[in-house]
């Protein structure tokens, strides 16, 4: 019992310690983010903004594509790899179970894969920097093609781009070293960069009396590239003297390696994983791309304000915990065969779920009662008068609903992404294939047949969210089954008691979703706050939770 405790420690140290290392990249950066938002939003329009955000979705597009296969890959080869060899050095070679394509392999061998994979990506993905860009430039509108420096903009976001792609290899081996100090230190600095350099241009073109345009958001993207580029370098540089492999394409000598270079396993994996991320990224950018479509460059502006300062929470909080779990379910849990997991490395993975979906479900309860309050009094203070003008306040509200769905949905498919084979990750891609279809229709009825606007996209990804939760749990449930486990939907919910105080507020915050005074705002989310907070400590002390008695 008391190895198993041990073991139970060791196993948390990646997820939990992880963890915060993201979570303090992300409050960082993400403050840094919000206060050169804040200051942009003073010289930048609604137009300008909406422009920026198509940039934003050409980089992005790109850099998932080409990447982000390879990146969830790495989160669970490699590091299976890297554990049958420390037991290969400690002298139990046979307590492992590994699978031929690994075996033999020489020391440098995962970070030197990982490398080599990278520069895949790299020169995947400047191939489709060239191929959007030209596809762009041809469907773009003549608003936004005679938009003030729009073709330096774009040229800049381009550059910008290919330095990320570049700083991959180096990235890959800082990730699979699991270097989150140095990462959080980078990735601080980098968002410092970006926001001191978007403002400084917009100080600087405003001094001149010029029309801004998207400019001082490529200009700052242009800085968070170089800064990554060179920070991860630099870090990754110091492992290759120890780690005995090359920053460089290097061959391998394997017949397993594709031409030498390439690792099978991993190349198969990746493969496996990027019809699913192709998909992905189409339901999680979707409402962006039809609202390009649909919409004016003013409504796109005003979705992109909305869309930052409604998902600040998610990205703050949800994103890295679902990342370091995503990380911790890799190891715990393989994914191929012929590598079977343990059962205390599945009971484990099953209480961290467990704990996730728990706390997730408390902090929808207060996010739902506490949302509708809060928003007026937070917009009168963030805002200027130009952009409190507009009507932000219904799809922010909208946001305080599908933000929890947002949660549950990252740490669901974190855990599909660890676990599943590489045949139910194609299922899970084509799950994904008819919910992007559903999105698509439901994005369109409530855009321009209910006329909810902005709104509607928001009702319309919470409709997408909840499809893919769905196939998700079902995924879940089936999992711990075969392991004689079982994950039900009762031993993650709160209490009775709870949920019904959670309705209760949520109904009355509701009813007073009025125009009010913003004294009695406060005064109503203290109160709520309060009553939440007292029930979920009262009816959680002494509670029969599944996990208490681990």
Request: proline content about 4%.
């Amino acid at each position: 019992m008391a190895d198993e405790c041990d073991i139970s420690d060791h196993m948390a140290k990646p997820a939990t310690g992880g963890a915060m290392y993201l979570i303090s990249i992300q409050i960082f950066s993400r403050a840094i983010t919000f206060s050169a938002n804040q200051i942009l939003l003073l010289h930048v329009s609604p137009e300008a903004l909406g422009i920026a955000m198509q940039l934003e979705l050409y980089s992005i597009t790109v850099l998932h594509f080409s990447r982000e296969s390879i990146r969830v890959a790495a989160q669970t080869e490699p590091q299976h790899l890297q554990e049958a060899k420390k037991k290969e050095r400690s002298g139990n070679p046979g307590k492992i179970i590994q699978d031929e394509l690994w075996k033999d392999s020489p020391p440098n061998s995962a970070s030197q894969a990982l490398v080599n994979m990278s520069y895949l990506a790299a020169i995947f993905g400047c191939l489709m920097l060239y191929i959007f860009g030209f596809l762009y430039m041809r469907v773009a509108s003549v608003n936004i093609l005679n938009a003030p420096y729009f073709n330096k903009s774009l040229a800049l976001v381009g550059i910008a781009t290919v330095l990320e792609l570049f700083a991959e290899p180096c990235f890959a081996v800082v990730q699979h070293n699991m270097l989150y100090q140095s990462r959080a230190a980078i990735e601080t600095v980098s968002a410092l960069a970006k926001g001191l350099f978007s403002c400084g241009t917009a100080f600087w073109v405003r001094r001149m009396g010029l029309d801004r345009g998207p400019l001082p958001y490529a200009i700052g993207q242009v800085a968070y590239g170089l800064f990554i580029f060179c920070g991860y370098f630099i870090v990754a540089k110091r492992l290759t003297g120890k780690g005995g492999f090359s920053l460089l394409p290097a061959c391998l000598s394997k017949e397993q390696y594709l031409s030498g270079f390439i690792s099978l396993p991993l190349l198969y994996r990746s493969a496996s994983i990027f019809f699913q991320s192709v998909v992905k990224h189409l339901l999680t950018q979707g409402d962006t791309m039809i609202l390009t479509a649909l919409s004016t460059l003013e409504d796109q502006g005003l979705y992109a304000l909305a869309s930052n300062y409604g998902g600040l929470v998610a990205r703050l909080v949800f994103q890295p915990i679902e990342e370091s779990s995503r990380t911790a379910f890799g190891r715990w849990l393989p994914s191929r065969k012929p590598r079977i997991a343990k059962p205390v490395s599945v009971t484990f993975a099953r209480s961290h779920l467990q704990d996730m979906l728990h706390a997730y479900f408390l902090l929808t309860i207060v996010s739902w009662a506490l949302g509708p309050l809060l928003l007026p009094v937070a917009l009168r203070v963030i805002l200027n008068s130009r952009w409190a003008l507009l009507n932000i306040q219904e799809p922010l509200l909208a946001y305080c609903y599908y933000i929890p769905f947002l949660a549950f949905n990252g740490i669901t498919e974190a855990f599909v992404s660890s676990a599943a084979s590489n045949s139910e990750l194609r299922a899970q891609a084509s799950w994904m294939g008819a919910c992007s279809l559903a999105f698509a229709f439901a994005a369109y009825f409530l855009l321009k047949v209910a006329d909810l606007g902005v709104r509607g996209l928001v009702w319309a990804n919470i409709f997408n969210m909840a499809l893919r939760i769905l196939w998700s749990f079902r995924f879940i449930q089936k999992y711990f089954g075969k392991h004689k486990q079982e994950l039900r939907l009762r031993d993650v919910l709160p209490r009775r008691e709870t949920c019904a105080v959670g309705i209760v507020t949520w109904s009355c915050t509701l009813a007073l979703h009025t125009p009010i005074s913003t004294k009695t705002n406060v005064a109503g989310a203290f109160f709520a706050g309060a009553i939440v907070t007292i029930t979920i400590k009262k009816f959680s002390e002494g509670a029969n939770h599944p996990l208490s008695n681990q």
